[in-house]
């Protein structure tokens, strides 16, 4: 069974950091294009930034590219992201997905559309 584990939220100020993590299992997702959205209350989910499974190429949404960076760590089967300079405009619950393996693992996976898992959720709010 398929699961995944989001940790690291939480609130933060204008400018700070926060850095956040979907713990995956089995360890056979470790080698599976993984990605991260967002959804805001009254918004569509958002793609956030996405990473494939074999050389580790990535993709970033236009409103965090520059301040977000996402990595993974295979051994661990962790999926990371790092998130700099948070603006109010970041609140939302953050979700960590994973594709199946009718998703090549070299693709960087952007639309919502090509993850057959999803974690429930970790909020973050950031104050202005």
Do not use: H
């Amino acid at each position: 069974q398929v699961q995944l584990v989001e940790s690291g939220g939480g609130w933060v100020q204008s400018g700070g950091s926060l850095r956040l993590s979907c713990a995956a299992s089995p360890s056979g997702l470790s080698s599976s294009p993984m990605g991260w959205f967002r959804q805001a209350p009254g918004e569509e989910r958002q793609f956030v930034a996405a990473i494939n499974g074999i050389d580790f190429g990535t993709s970033y949404g236009t409103r965090v590219r520059g301040r977000f960076i996402i990595s993974r760590d295979k051994a661990k089967s962790t999926l990371y992201l790092q998130m700099n300079s948070l603006e109010p405009e970041d609140t939302a619950v953050y979700y960590c997905a994973a594709t199946s393996s009718r998703i090549n693992r070299l693709t960087v996976a952007t639309r919502s559309t090509d993850y057959d898992y999803w974690g429930q959720g970790t909020q973050v709010t950031v104050s202005s």
